[in-house]
């Protein structure tokens, strides 16, 4: 139901865009987010947007390097890359929540809030 692509080999200081297609009827949806997660790491926060409003939460570790951004019109969320760092190599995954949450800020950044996972894309970033 969500579909993520994008992903590919970049060097450093190159730039990527990551799609995430939502199938689902997107009136449900409440926040979309992407997730991250290098190998023997935990997921990690990268970027929410609200699905109404578009408020967006980034995390410290992309701010000022990575943008989040929607279509609802075509039910897509995307995570535009720039700057690229060897430390961005990771598995993306996007993600949607139906239900708006009592603290966005709070809690739009754990991964638990979220019930429906993309299946991921490989980002790989070479120095």
């Known amino acids: 139901q969500l579909q993520a692509s994008g992903g590919g080999l970049m060097q450093a200081g190159g730039s990527l865009r990551l799609s995430c297609a939502d199938s689902?009827?997107?009136?449900?949806?409440?926040?979309m987010a992407w997730f991250r997660q290098a190998p023997g790491k935990d997921r990690e926060f990268v970027a929410a947007?609200?699905?109404?409003?578009?408020?967006?939460l980034v995390a410290d570790s992309v701010k000022g390097r990575f943008t989040i951004s929607k279509d609802n019109a075509g039910n897509s969320v995307f995570l535009q890359m720039n700057s690229l760092k060897p430390d961005d190599t990771a598995v993306y995954f996007c993600?949607?929540?139906?239900?708006?949450?009592?603290?966005?800020?709070?809690?739009?950044?754990?991964?638990?809030?979220?019930?429906?996972w993309g299946q991921g894309t490989l980002v790989t970033v070479s120095s």
């Open positions: 993600a949607a929540r139906l239900n708006r949450l009592a603290s966005y800020s709070t809690y739009a950044s754990q991964p638990q809030q979220y019930t429906y």
């Open positions: 689902r009827q997107s009136f449900s949806t409440s926040i």
């Open positions: 947007i609200q699905w109404s409003g578009s408020r967006v």
